[in-house]
């Protein structure tokens, strides 16, 4: 064995290179069992496994007895694993359990389960029987004590000085018992069955009196049989009567099936009329429906350019407000600059005029001035570079919010054209199989014994948890609910006539009021479950999806993270399973966490939803669109604005300037200079500026003329668009019309035609059964050759013969009424009586010689097991003696039958006295023990076993003892070839060593 179970149990295994026999336990493994938490012990042909100072070593067979179905009490979530060899002549089921055969207990608190299993591992069967049959068939009774010595059987049998004990132990060891008690019970059977035949011979007495007046009455009526053969000629020409009748009638049925015959190819002609006119149509139909599909593709086409130029102009429009824009803006600021320059050159004039006038001490506070009003430029200057690239900023985010507008604009036509596909895709799935199979319920309505259900698909419609719901219901949104079978039949042939043959059909009690949930019974929670979020006002549809879907423990989640704390966190009872909006399925079943992924699905419903979707984003990027222009022109104000101050600061240093006599002349000669530049650069921009707005204009112009223009001819594909609309609708009312009056014709082919002709063949094949019949009853009566031979007939019908017998029979009866019955009928009578005594008779003789047999059976099984009872007492005599003889002891066992008792005499060497010891107490432990092992032994030697196992044989024994002993059993067991497995608490390394011997030692229990 393996080391994990600690030093303490030591392995030593004397491997067995050979193969167990059959029966043979090849491994045992038990968990949680007894003191015993996990062991594994694989068994050779004998097995000697050791437990020094510590208990549980007889758990190993009391889990044998329990394997092999006894029962267990006092524990739980235990389990008991025990392999067998299958291999051989003697193989329980090969085909079956293979090479290896496992029976697997299982033991809970409440509940036990054994399982037998193959060679692979997989389950072959869990019933009693099969174990019942695995025991008998290799001889493994737990209850026999040559098979399963436990410590209490070895302790009863050492302690007990009772011979009537010793005699229980051997008459059951030695399977006597058992024969004695099947041949009692069968001798018990036989005596009641021998009473129950003589009350069964005592019945038909009375029947062979009767048979008696019987006999009586026959010869008193035989008197009548000459009336009787007249009325017999009558009743043979009876019987002819009725066939020459029938024969009247078939041949007017024959005229008759063969006018209606005649009708079927007038019918079928108009029926293939029609059917060609549908064909021709549905082929129409066909056609148009591809031009219908190419003048869409050419509509969606241009409706596509249509926008495209509709952006174009749009585009085309802002840019030349941009352009005017700037044009405006450019004006301004060169007449600003040219403001500024007149405004410069009078300051110069001023400046000129006043420095004729200002004498010197004026120039030097004039340069002083002059000096702190450069100051305060300069500042105005830092002033208005900070403006302008605040200006700066200010215009690259408004670009930047221009280009998002943009970003949004095409976003928004993206998301307007994946809405017109999406809407179009619903459109055609609308009118797919469901309203066929609606349309056709809507025909066949009167068949129904109540209206149909259905579809459930609107239940999952008109709130944020439509796709929720819709991923939970799954196809049952698909599904039509009826109240009984028959319904379910005509509701799928509407559906096979809508070509709709995979239609879901629910049977559900519609008088059925909605079903009451207790509040304990669904999930305690304040998220919603999908019964809360369905509004139906047909209680029928609600019952259906709670007994169905349980839709009452199934809960709803805003997302994925809310759903998993509520389905694996919380460990909500009654919880079945978590959907979340974006498509997640989580549940649990015991420890096993499960969570789905979302499910792509493309019909109707999951298409409104996309497109629902769709047109919320689309109503979102409009309000950022709208939110981006407003801070855009707030933006815009922002620079106008800021472009007013940086003026009002340019100004005020004019102002300034001007004011300041000290100026310096230069400085305002050269701004002039460099504004004048300035001027003349801005003009230059403003002309090219003007000319792209010139080009802006034209191209503006030419994209409206050709948008107008493109309506014009867009209008004219949409006119032949709608024209073949109208021609396809023309030809589908045809085709309705034309497959109305084909179903028509049918109809009269189905209903009228062909019932009648079956109708008519049916009555033609009765006649012909009936004429088939009443020949068969005529020519048993008499063949029809005896008609003929007494002339022709004379056309006699079977209304008047029958008056003829009926005066016979009247006549008849005057003659016979002081006898109630008819001579045939007594007869009859007398004939059955007699049939049922005979058949009694019969029954009642073989069933006296079956119990004589089995009498004399069961006296000769009891002469037999006389004699081998008292061949096994000598045998056991011989036995034990045998086995006491390697010690140097001889003994008796005397067996009385007649009292029950058994008897030991064992005599020690060292006793010089002639007298033996009768009482087994009487003797040492030693000596008790290993007069135990002589007597049991003996018993081996006449019973035969697949596995054999003794516990603690030697537990009293002295350490010569139970050398001997030990070497005894060993060779035994070797001489025997069947399995042997011995627990002892003491030391086996005394054991002599061979391939068939393997010892092993085990470790504390719970270790």
Known sequence: MDKQYGDRRQSTPFNNNQRSSSGAILKIRLENFMLISRLSLASGS???????????????????????????????????????????????????????????????????????????????????????????????????????????????????????????????????????????????????????????????????????????????????????????????????????DVD???????????????????????????LGEVESLREKLTNKKAQVTCLMDESTAVKRELECLRQSVK??????????????????????????????????????????????????EIEENLSQLKLEVEKVKASLS??????????????????????????????????????????????????????????????????PIGPLVTLANGNKWASAVEQALGNLLNAFIVTNHEDLITLRGCGKEANYNNLKIIIYDFSRPRLIIPRHMVPQTEHPTILSVLHSENHTVLNVLVDVMGVERQVLAENYEVGKTVAFERRLAHLKDVFTIDGYRMFSRGPVQTTLPPVLKIDSIDLEVEASNEQSEIQECRRQKRDAERQCTQLEKDLTRKELEL????????????????????????????????????????????????????????????????????????????????????????????????????DVMKDKVLPDIKVAEAKHKELQAKRQESNEKASIICPESEITALGPWDGSTPAQLSDEINRINHRLKRESDKYSESIDDLRVTLEEKEHKIGRKRRTYQSFREKLKVCKDA??????????????????????????????????????????????????????????????????????????????????????????????????????????????????????????????????????????????????????
């Open 647 to 746: 003026q009002d600061l340019k100004n005020s240093v004019a102002a300034e300037t001007k004011a300041s006599p000290t100026s310096s002349l230069d400085e305002l000669r050269l701004e002039i200079t460099n504004s004048r530049e300035e001027i003349e650069e801005k003009e230059s921009s403003l002309q090219k500026l003007q000319d792209c707005l010139t080009e802006a204009e034209l191209k503006a112009n030419e994209l409206k003329a050709a948008y107008e223009n493109f309506i014009e001819s867009a209008k004219s594909k949409v006119d032949v668009f709608e024209e073949a609309e109208n021609e396809l609708k023309e030809i589908e009312t045809g085709l309705e019309s034309a497959e109305t009056d084909k179903n028509h014709y049918e």
């Open 315 to 364: 585009t085309q429009a802002r840019e030349k407000v941009a352009l005017e824009e700037e044009h405006r803006h450019k004006c301004n600021n060169i007449q600003r600059i040219k403001d500024r320059v007149m405004r410069l050159e009078r300051q110069i004039k001023d400046i000129d005029e006043m420095t004729e006038r200002s004498t010197q001490a004026e120039q030097s």
């Open 248 to 274: 009247r009638e078939l041949k007017e049925q024959s005229e008759k099936l063969m006018k209606l015959r005649e009708r079927v190819p007038t019918c079928q002609d108009r029926i293939d009329k029609k």
């Open 46 to 244: 004998i097995s000697s496994p050791v437990k020094t100072e510590v208990s549980g070593k007889s758990a190993i067979l009391t889990a044998l007895c329990v394997a092999f179905g006894c029962r267990a009490k006092g524990t739980h979530d235990a389990l008991v694993h025990v392999e067998m060899n299958n291999e051989g002549v003697d193989a329980f089921k090969p085909q079956v359990y293979g090479d290896t055969l496992v029976i697997e207990r299982r033991i809970s608190h409440f509940t036990s389960s054994t399982v037998l299993k193959d060679s692979q591992g997989r389950k072959i069967s869990n019933r009693k029987e099969e174990l019942r049959e695995l025991i008998e068939h290799y001889n493994i009774d737990v209850e026999n004590p040559c098979v399963i010595m436990s410590q209490d059987k070895s302790r009863e049998f050492l302690h007990s000085g009772n011979d009537k004990d010793k005699f229980k132990f051997f008459y059951k060891a030695t399977l006597l018992q058992q024969v004695d008690d099947l041949l009692l019970g069968v001798d018990t059977n036989l005596k009641a069955a021998s009473s129950l035949l003589d009350e069964l011979e005592e019945t038909i007495k009375p029947v062979e009196k009767e048979i008696t007046e019987l006999l009586e009455k026959i010869k008193t009526m035989e008197k009548f049989e000459e009336i009787h053969q007249q009325l017999l000629l009558l009743k043979k020409k009876l019987a002819w009567a009725w066939v020459y």
């Open 386 to 451: 900070s403006l302008k690239e605040e200006e700066k900023m200010v215009t690259e985010k408004a670009s930047a919010v221009g280009k998002e507008i943009a970003h949004i604009e095409d976003k928004i036509r993206e998301r307007e054209k994946k809405q017109r596909n999406i809407n179009t895709h619903i459109n055609d799935l609308k009118k797919h199989q469901t309203n066929k199979s609606l349309r056709a319920i809507e025909r066949h309505h009167r068949r129904f014994k109540m209206p």
């Open 858 to 1007: 069961v006296d000769s099984r009891w002469k037999k097991l006389q004699l081998n009872k008292y061949d096994t007492a000598s045998m056991l005599t011989w036995g034990f003696n045998k086995r006491l003889g390697k010690k140097g002891i001889s003994g008796q066992i005397k067996v009385s039958y007649e009292d029950k008792t058994l008897s030991i005499e064992v005599k020690m060497p060292q006793d010089a006295s002639s007298r033996g010891v009768r009482d087994t107490r009487g003797l040492s432990g030693g000596e008790r023990s290993f007069s135990t092992l002589g007597f049991t032994l003996a018993l081996h030697d006449m019973t035969e076993a697949s596995i054999r196992a003794m516990d603690e044989f030697d537990v009293f024994m002295d350490a010569v003892s139970r050398k001997i002993s030990l070497d005894t059993l060993v060779d035994f067991a070797l001489e025997k070839g069947s399995q042997w497995m011995f627990i002892t608490p003491h030391d086996i390394s005394m054991v002599k060593s061979h391939e068939r011997i393997k010892k092993q030692q085990m470790a504390a229990p719970r270790s």
